[in-house]
């Protein structure tokens, strides 16, 4: 039966190869990976770092992964702060915040994902330029043509090297172990104490700290730019993301024993000195398992970009295949690429929780 | 001592004063009241404003548009657009039975006199052979309409019912070879699950759209939209492998040895006395993996398939109807929510259920 199974696997990847190579010469297609050298000539929607229409193959794929990792961490991090704040306000006894999260749960979860991207997108897109933008406290603004947030006044490629000093900032606290809300305060304050000071180092000469997005005539100068893929992207991921999160952290709250929670009360705790030192804590080991899932799913999300065009990883692998023609080996490495950055994620996920399950004496 | 004071207060009034107490009973608690009821009554208000109070909804009346109200005549007009697609237009009365047939496979499904494999899998068959008999038609005498020209609703309900349907007897297959004693069948199994699994759906249905073409030969190709169907139900499947496991996880190991102690084979044990109980202990996973699995149909719209959210595009595609892409979003969203919404309900039933009879 083992041998069975074996020799039809078998016969069918070689029916498949020569079929391919068949197919391959019939089109006058080319395969291995010579195209990675050539430039694309064409172009797409958002990047962090430098690019123009003469990059290689090869740097425009590394772009779109960029991109992917870029949106994907963002939204981790957003999903994740938001979906605590709704999964507790499911848990908490005031039935007015607990009604309020639940109407919340209950829409953006039942929609699917791919259709409140695109609404999002439409909305935003329809708004009108710069002049009609929505103004929040003349910082930060909300137009047809995207968001203009304040930021600090560095180059993009420093802003990335900032992002990921916090990310390495953060699991250098996670590997410590300290307290919950010490370490987040930690980290907060390492990291924007970080960027601050890197800003104060490599601004430009006699700018100021911030960069405020201004009006100037038909557009905006200064601050950061989001242009709308991105933001409908994210902000469709966070909302619809947060809500499943916000279930996984209810279901975490509730599976802490009543008898510790009563315990903090016979100790005079206060409601938050219980939720952050003794609910929190103990919901945590329970929570990382599907949180962590959840985070593979958030990956996975940043795919649908292609349907409001944000050139994420899969986008650009898309319009190389119907440019270059070098179908299967993009493809492979599409999912070569995917199934190594989910990998790592599930790596990560099940040592932290390793690191976090109780010691059994 | 009268009798009436130790009697307890009912539940209603317990609960009632809870209520009371938690909601109100400080200033602090009080506050959040207010701010909450303002916050969500100030949405609902201007909601209800703009989609009833203000809102026109005859495609006659659609000079009276654009005036602070939503626009429903867009529905009015082009509501069959969305729900059919470019079928053609005399025969929508055999894609509106055909959608009736899966809603229905689905609504009779819920019913506990169902849950018998042999019986659901009938009755999924009869649902789905319905509604391919009806919409293709030409077994029936019909008119034929073959799959280029389904859409909208319609084909989004028939994507979901084939990918259940098939995805199904897949799940189980993996799921059992998973199982299997043979360490090849077994490493098969896993690294077929784990790598589906790392992947966007997209990128495997694109595959199977784009790219495995290259590989069969041409008689083997097929409609993109069976080489779509089987890729998703291959997702599925590979879910729906893991929920069949925890419900084997479930039993206990001396239940399959009094079987064998009795002299059953393999299949009599498995079909007699496991796969009975892994059904019972999977359903309530089941029921999320297939609600999940209606939502994720709204991704082949990115592989060029015209379904609800396709159609829906097009039914603001012209310039008259331009302006109103908000009503038909939130037409099909609501199509979707309520499907999704009362599944899920469904699902947390059977579930609460199930955990109180266990006690």
């Known amino acids: ?361 | 001592m009268a009798v009436a004071e130790i009697i307890p207060p009912s539940r209603f009034e317990t609960s009632r004063r809870l209520f009371l107490k938690r909601g109100f009973g400080s200033p602090g608690s009080l506050a959040i009241s207010v701010v909450v009821f303002v916050v969500l009554g100030w949405i609902a208000w201007s909601f209800l404003d703009w989609a009833v109070l203000r809102a026109v909804w005859r495609q006659e009346n659609v000079e009276a548009c654009g005036q602070g109200g939503a626009c429903w005549a867009v529905i009015d007009a082009r509501h069959r657009l969305i729900l059919f697609g470019t079928y053609p237009f005399g025969e929508h009365w055999r894609s509106a039975l055909a959608a009736l047939a899966i809603i229905a496979t689905v609504v009779l499904s819920c019913l506990p006199a169902m849950w018998q494999a042999r019986r659901l899998a009938a009755l999924w068959v009869l649902g789905f052979a319905s509604y391919y008999l009806l919409m293709e038609g030409s077994l029936l005498g019909l008119p034929q309409v073959t799959t280029d020209g389904w859409g909208g609703l319609s084909l989004t309900l028939f994507l979901f019912a084939a990918v259940v349907l098939l995805g199904m007897p897949m799940g189980l297959g993996l799921a059992l070879m998973r199982r299997s004693e043979m360490p090849v069948v077994r490493w098969f199994a896993m690294g077929l699950i784990d790598t589906i699994r790392s992947l966007p759906l997209v990128t495997t249905l694109f595959t199977a759209a784009v790219v495995v073409p290259l590989f069969l030969p041409s008689w083997l190709e097929g409609d993109k939209i069976w080489r779509v169907i089987i890729a998703f139900a291959l997702f599925f499947a590979c879910y729906q492998a893991e929920v069949f496991r925890g419900g084997f996880q479930a039993i206990p190991k001396g239940q399959v040895e009094a079987g064998k102690a009795l002299g059953l084979g393999y299949w009599s044990i498995l079909g007699r006395i496991v796969l009975p109980q892994v059904f019972r202990h999977a359903l309530p996973s089941t029921i999320n993996m297939v609600v999940v699995t209606f939502k994720e149909t709204a991704i082949v719209t990115i592989i060029g398939f015209f379904d609800i959210l396709a159609s829906g595009k097009t039914a603001f595609g012209t310039a008259e109807w331009a302006p109103y892409y908000i009503e038909v979003y939130l037409f099909v969203a609501a199509i979707y929510w309520v499907f999704i919404f009362s599944l899920g309900q469904y699902g947390e039933y059977l579930k609460r259920r199930m955990t109180l009879s266990e006690r």
């Open chain 1, 1 to 361: 039966m083992q041998a069975a199974l074996v020799v039809v696997t078998l016969l069918a990847v070689w029916g498949a190869v020569s079929n391919a190579q068949y197919n391959l010469t019939r089109l006058n297609m080319t395969s291995g990976f010579g195209f990675l050298e050539r430039g694309t000539g064409w172009n797409y929607s958002f990047s962090l770092v430098e690019r123009s229409i003469n990059d290689s193959y090869a740097y425009t794929l590394f772009i779109g992964l960029l991109n992917t990792l870029f949106v994907g961490f963002i939204c981790i991090v957003t999903t994740t702060i938001f979906g605590f704040l709704i999964g507790t306000m499911r848990d908490v006894r005031h039935p007015a915040l607990r009604f309020a999260a639940s109407v919340y749960v209950q829409i953006f979860r039942n929609i699917p994902l791919i259709l409140q991207a695109i609404f999002l997108y439409a909305i935003l897109i329809h708004m009108g330029g710069p002049r009609q933008a929505v103004s929040l406290g003349d910082v930060a603004f909300l137009s047809g043509r995207g968001a203009m947030l304040p930021g600090l006044n560095v180059s993009p490629t420093v802003a990335v090297a900032l992002l990921l000093a916090s990310l390495a900032l953060g699991v250098a606290l996670i590997l410590a172990r300290p307290v919950f809300w010490r370490g987040l305060a930690l980290w907060a304050g390492g990291s924007l104490g970080l960027a601050l000071a890197v800003a104060l180092v490599l601004r430009p000469e006699g700018e100021s700290l911030l960069s405020l997005p201004q009006l100037q005539g038909l557009r905006f100068t200064g601050g950061i730019s989001v242009p709308i893929e991105l933001f409908a992207l994210i902000a469709a991921i966070t909302l619809y993301g947060s809500a499943y999160v916000a279930e996984i952290v209810r279901g975490g709250l509730a599976q802490v024993p009543r008898g510790l929670v009563e315990a903090g009360q016979a100790l005079g705790l206060s409601r938050a000195a219980i939720w952050s030192r003794i609910k929190v804590p103990m919901a945590l080991r329970s929570i990382i398992p599907p949180l962590g899932n959840q985070w593979i799913f958030m990956m996975k999300a940043t795919t649908i970009g292609i349907a409001i065009g944000f050139s994420d990883l899969f986008y650009i692998t898309v319009n190389a295949i119907s440019q270059s023609g070098q179908t299967l080996e993009l493809i492979a490495m599409l999912m070569l690429t995917f199934l190594a950055i989910n990998y790592s994620i599930a790596l990560f996920t099940n040592w932290l929780n390793a690191r976090l399950q109780l010691k059994e004496h």
